[in-house]
Each structure stands twice: as C-alpha cells, then as structure tokens.
C-alpha cells in the first residue's frame, strides 16, 4: 500500500483502513498477530505515535485486540465487523450519490439496476 501524505484523509486513518483490507481479503487471518506501530512506522515511513493511533481505531472498533506483552491480533470476527462496518458506512453513502444523481439525470430504478448490473458484469470479466 501507498500511503497518501498529502491527501485528504489522514495517514492513521489510511493505515487503518489498510489493516482492514488486509483482513478482508484473508492476507491478516482471525487470531493472527498484525504489525506492531513499530513496523508499520519503518514500513511506511511515519511516526510510530501515526501508526499507533491507525491500530487504537481498530482496537477500538474490536476489529483488532491486545495481548499483553505479545501485541494486536485480529479478533475472531473481524472479518464481518468490518463488512458491516464499510456496507453500512462507506458503501451506503456510496450508494446515496448514485441515486442522487441518477435522480437528476432522469434514470429510473430499472435503468439505474441495469447499470448497476452491467457494471458488475464487467468488472466480473462477464462481458
């Protein structure tokens, strides 16, 4: 991963959302014991205090927990916690923007599901 220092949104929160990709697609497994602030510090060049907080987020959501003296490791469900975490949060305002501007566009929800499905099509090498 690349860590963006001149975006938007901030490197802890980039790390976080790393570590999260991470698990989701099976690279970081439940009970196993993730990068300690220290390595993603030399990893990506940052502050060790940076890429602690990116790791307390995920503590703090569960997602990842604390064995005293060994580190974090990915919690049992975390996998899931983080699916309904990004469909509720992320993929939902995604989702928002899409029906406000095929309103303004004048698509109905039939074309709209049609687009939807084409696109999914596609980006499954369907097409």
Not at 77 to 101: G, W
């Amino acid at each position: 991963m690349k860590i963006n220092a001149d975006g938007m949104t901030p490197i802890y929160v980039q790390i976080a959302q790393w570590l999260e990709t991470e698990i989701l697609t099976g690279s970081l497994a439940q009970e196993e014991k993730v990068y300690s602030q220290y390595q993603l510090a030399e990893m990506y060049n940052i502050n060790p205090a940076t890429a602690a907080k990116g790791l307390k987020i995920l503590a703090d959501e569960g997602i990842l927990y604390k064995k005293r003296g060994l580190g974090m490791f990915v919690s049992p469900n975390a996998q899931q916690m983080i699916q309904e975490k990004r469909k509720n949060e992320t993929l939902r305002h995604l989702v928002v923007d899409l029906v406000l501007e095929a309103e303004r566009l004048g698509i109905d929800d039939d074309e709209l599901t049609d687009i939807i499905r084409q696109v999914r099509s596609e980006s499954r090498g369907d097409a």
